[in-house]
């Protein structure tokens, strides 16, 4: 964020000099017809997004867009570097870089040095003709011209096809959905009436202003807009909040359109902490805590946390009192960050783990892919069961699959034979390959190999190896005699907001995760709102990023019904 002074001159009639000194913070400052450049020239001879000043490592920086001009002390250029006395003309306007106070990063002065009147007036005194020469009166002309504008603008397109009134007039029309995605008209009269750029996505049909205006000056109404947006989910359920203070909120309220190419224009926070400020005024009994500002009065987070995975049972936990998770999966990080104890069996050697050999991005870059055993734990924590075959595994899975695996192996060895291990009966014993002959030579083999499937199940399944990381019962009608309780890892710990690791990814795990001096897997080592607050401060922070809601939250949920706007009625 930079502090930019910006100091407005106007030049009297009598000589002297007016200034009107402006002091803004921004990232960039834009210059430009539009409204949201921080320097904003009404003049209709500056386009609308000109170029944009930054302040790069050597100094100030500036940089027409698109295809524009800028004239920098008299020459044409696109970009250049600026300093202290330079001059920038800006279609009539002049920008002259100034000496910034401390505490300012930029200073400019801004004047306006070809008046639109010069021109005109130039083009006047060089006329002999006014309106009294060609024998009309002042106000018979403008009767003229003003009945012209009305005319022009405003009678003929509502009365040209697809135009607001003709749909709101024509009986043939008026039961068509009013959102014809097609403009029919040869001359868009309606253009005269555009209001500024709309959101990229609506770029399509932006010129059939029908489409949206559905009555000719009425609001913009929610049900233009879900007859195309069928599929648009609501922010809270109806019919738990009935109140109008809840449910009159206008899809145009938030996303004023004609505002930009950028769906949500109304970032403005009051959007959302109007109603959240004293929530628990307007609902009786109501769970959410009352957020008006992230920097000065948002709750502390509140992960949801698993309490029974047998059972389902999960719940809301604040940070501040300290939540332990019951996810059934034992996991000490403290012991793998530790490279002296991460001796890798089957190669022998000491490992040191990074937070990247188990925690991998997903696609969008945002979260990470959860952890999988064959592929994170499976090289160290190998599943062998018996030291008559040293480098024979099972697969991780379910116990009777296990299980079955185990009494498959040992049923196969026995009655093919060879086996050298002494304590075995003969006919396990025997040459390889050997044919069976008798009937309880076969029993008897196959009497071996349950006994030696139940030990080392018995084996697999103990602390040594199943149960290291898993929370093991018996259990009767599992065909192994054993079950593994079910492991739930947790993905997404905040659900009621978005977080994006990508954004962070030059701030260090640690600093958010205290992963390398925990011990339990019942940590959560998720970070305080505190945390965040040393970079995020609320909607009007100049010091920190300033964070409106719509930065971690959204605000249609897919768990909440769709808003079917019925006619003429508002939607939530
Ligand atoms: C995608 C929908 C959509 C289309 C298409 C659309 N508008 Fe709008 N327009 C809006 C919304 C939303 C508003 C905000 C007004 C409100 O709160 O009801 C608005 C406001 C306006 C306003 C009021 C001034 C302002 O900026 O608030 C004018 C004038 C206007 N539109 C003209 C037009 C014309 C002319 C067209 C066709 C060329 C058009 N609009 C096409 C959605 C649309
Ligand atoms: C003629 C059909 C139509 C109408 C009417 C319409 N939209 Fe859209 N809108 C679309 C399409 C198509 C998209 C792009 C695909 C999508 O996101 O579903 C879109 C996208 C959007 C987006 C997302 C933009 C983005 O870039 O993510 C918002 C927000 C939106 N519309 C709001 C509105 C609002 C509010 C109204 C009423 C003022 C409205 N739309 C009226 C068709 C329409
Ligand atoms: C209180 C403000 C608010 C109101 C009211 C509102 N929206 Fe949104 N809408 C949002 C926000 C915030 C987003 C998310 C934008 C983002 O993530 O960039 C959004 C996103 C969307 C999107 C993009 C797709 C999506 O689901 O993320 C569409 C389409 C949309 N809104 C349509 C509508 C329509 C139609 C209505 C009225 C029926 C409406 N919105 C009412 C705030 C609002
Ligand atoms: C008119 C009132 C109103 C407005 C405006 C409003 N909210 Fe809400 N919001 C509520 C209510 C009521 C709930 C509780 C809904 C529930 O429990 O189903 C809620 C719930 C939430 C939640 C918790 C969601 C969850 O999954 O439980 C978040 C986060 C939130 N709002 C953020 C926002 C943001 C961001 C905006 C602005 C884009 C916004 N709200 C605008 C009334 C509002
Ligand atoms: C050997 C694999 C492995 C390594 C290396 C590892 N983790 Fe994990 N991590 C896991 C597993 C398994 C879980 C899920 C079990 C649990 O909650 O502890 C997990 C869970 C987490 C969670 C979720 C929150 C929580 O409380 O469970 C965070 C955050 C996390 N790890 C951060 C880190 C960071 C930071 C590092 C690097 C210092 C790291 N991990 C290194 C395997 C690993
Ligand atoms: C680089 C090899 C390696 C990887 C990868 C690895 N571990 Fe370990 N793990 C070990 C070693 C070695 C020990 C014993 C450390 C000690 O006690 O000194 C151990 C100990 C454990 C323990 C403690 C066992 C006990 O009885 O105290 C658990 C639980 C565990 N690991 C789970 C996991 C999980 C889950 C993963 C995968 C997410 C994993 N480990 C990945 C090598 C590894
Ligand atoms: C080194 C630790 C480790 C060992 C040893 C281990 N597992 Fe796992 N197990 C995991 C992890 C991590 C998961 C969750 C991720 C996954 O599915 O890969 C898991 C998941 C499971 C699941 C799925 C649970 C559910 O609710 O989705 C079952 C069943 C399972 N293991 C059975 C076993 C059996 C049987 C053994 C012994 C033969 C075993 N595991 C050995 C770490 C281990
Ligand atoms: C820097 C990110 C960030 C900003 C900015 C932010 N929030 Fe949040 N907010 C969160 C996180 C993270 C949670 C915890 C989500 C969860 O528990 O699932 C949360 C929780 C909430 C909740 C649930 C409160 C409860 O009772 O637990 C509401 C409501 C909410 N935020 C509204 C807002 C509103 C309104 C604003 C704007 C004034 C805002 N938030 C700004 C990140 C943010
Ligand atoms: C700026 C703080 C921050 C930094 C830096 C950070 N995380 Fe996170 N991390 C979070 C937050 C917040 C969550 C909870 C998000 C959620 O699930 O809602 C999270 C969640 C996680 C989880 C749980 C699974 C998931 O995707 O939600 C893991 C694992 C994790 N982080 C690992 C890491 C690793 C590894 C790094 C370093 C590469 C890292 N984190 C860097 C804040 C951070
Ligand atoms: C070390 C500073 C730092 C910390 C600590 C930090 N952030 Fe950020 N965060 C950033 C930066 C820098 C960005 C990128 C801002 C941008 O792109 O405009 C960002 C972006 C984000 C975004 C994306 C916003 C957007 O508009 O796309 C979210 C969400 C977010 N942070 C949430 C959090 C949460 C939640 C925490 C605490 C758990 C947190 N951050 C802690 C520096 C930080």
């Not at 000719?216 to 203070?245: L, R």
């Not at 628990?280 to 000065?296: E, Q, R, Y």
Request: aromatic fraction near 6%.
């Amino acid at each position: 964020m930079m502090q930019v002074s910006i100091t407005t001159l106007t030049r009297r009639r009598n000589g002297s000099i007016g200034r009107k000194e402006d002091i803004k913070g921004c990232e960039v400052l834009r210059i430009g017809r539009g409204a949201e450049n921080e320097i904003f020239l009404s003049d209709h001879r500056v386009p609308l997004h000109l170029a944009e000043l930054h302040e790069g490592v050597d100094g100030l920086f500036i940089e027409a867009n698109g295809t524009h001009d800028l004239r920098l002390n008299g020459a044409i250029i696109r970009k250049a570097h600026l300093n202290v006395g330079d001059v920038v003309g800006i279609g009539p306007y002049e920008l002259v870089v100034t000496e910034p106070d401390d505490s300012i990063h930029i200073a400019v002065t801004l004047e306006l040095v070809h008046p639109i009147g010069d021109d005109v007036e130039s083009l006047l005194s060089r006329s002999k003709l006014t309106t009294t020469n060609i024998g009309l009166t002042k106000r018979a002309s403008s009767w003229i011209l003003g009945s012209l504008t009305l005319m022009l603008f405003l009678i003929l397109p509502l009365f040209m096809a697809d135009s607001p009134l003709s749909n709101y007039f024509s009986a043939s029309k008026s039961n068509n959905a009013p959102n014809t995605m097609t403009n029919n008209n040869d001359i868009d009269f309606d253009i005269s009436w555009v209001s500024g750029e709309v959101m990229n996505s609506h770029k399509f049909f932006a010129n059939d202003c029908a489409a949206c205006h559905t009555k000719a000056f009425v609001m913009v109404e929610d049900a233009a807009c879900t007859a195309c947006h069928q599929q648009q989910h609501g922010h809270i359920d109806k019919v738990k909040f009935p109140s109008e203070d809840l449910t009159s909120t206008r899809c145009a309220t938030c996303h004023t359109d004609h505002q930009g190419p950028h769906p949500v224009r109304a970032e403005k926070q009051e959007l959302c902490s109007d109603c959240h400020k004293d929530l628990d005024k307007k609902v009786d009994g109501m769970h959410l805590t009352n957020v008006s500002d992230f920097a000065t009065n948002h709750p502390q987070f509140k992960p949801t946390v698993w309490q029974n995975p047998s059972e389902g049972i999960q719940k809301r936990i604040s940070l501040d009192d300290n939540p332990v998770e019951v996810s059934n999966l034992k996991f000490p990080h403290k012991t793998h960050m530790n490279a002296n104890r991460m001796r890798n069996p089957k190669t022998g050697t000491n490992t040191q783990l990074e937070c990247a050999s188990c925690h991998v991005p997903d696609l969008s870059g945002a979260y990470l892919e959860p952890v999988k055993m064959e592929e994170h734990c499976g090289d160290c924590h190998v599943l062998t069961f018996d030291s008559i075959a040293p480098k024979r595994t099972v697969s991780h899975g379910k116990p009777e699959v296990v299980y079955r695996e185990l009494a498959e192996f040992y049923s196969t060895l026995a009655l093919k034979g060879g086996v050298t291990d002494k304590t075995a009966p003969k006919v396990v014993r025997r040459r390889p390959g050997s044919p069976l002959l008798k009937e309880e030579e076969k029993k008897a083999a196959l009497q071996w190999a349950n006994l030696k499937t139940k030990k080392a199940s018995r084996y697999l399944f103990s602390a040594s190896q199943c149960g290291s990381c898993h929370e093991i019962t018996p259990e009767k009608t599992n065909a192994s005699g054993y079950s593994v309780k079910p492991v739930k890892v947790t993905q997404i710990w905040q659900p009621k907001s978005v977080f994006d690791h990508g954004k962070h990814k030059d701030v260090a795990c640690a600093e958010c995760h205290a992963a390398d001096s925990s011990m339990k897997s019942s940590d959560v080592l998720l970070p305080k709102i505190e945390g965040c607050q040393t970079c995020h401060g609320g909607e009007q922070a100049t010091d920190k990023i300033p964070s409106t809601c719509i930065s971690c939250h959204g605000f249609h949920r897919d768990d909440v019904a769709i808003m079917t706007g019925s006619t003429g009625k508002t939607v939530q």
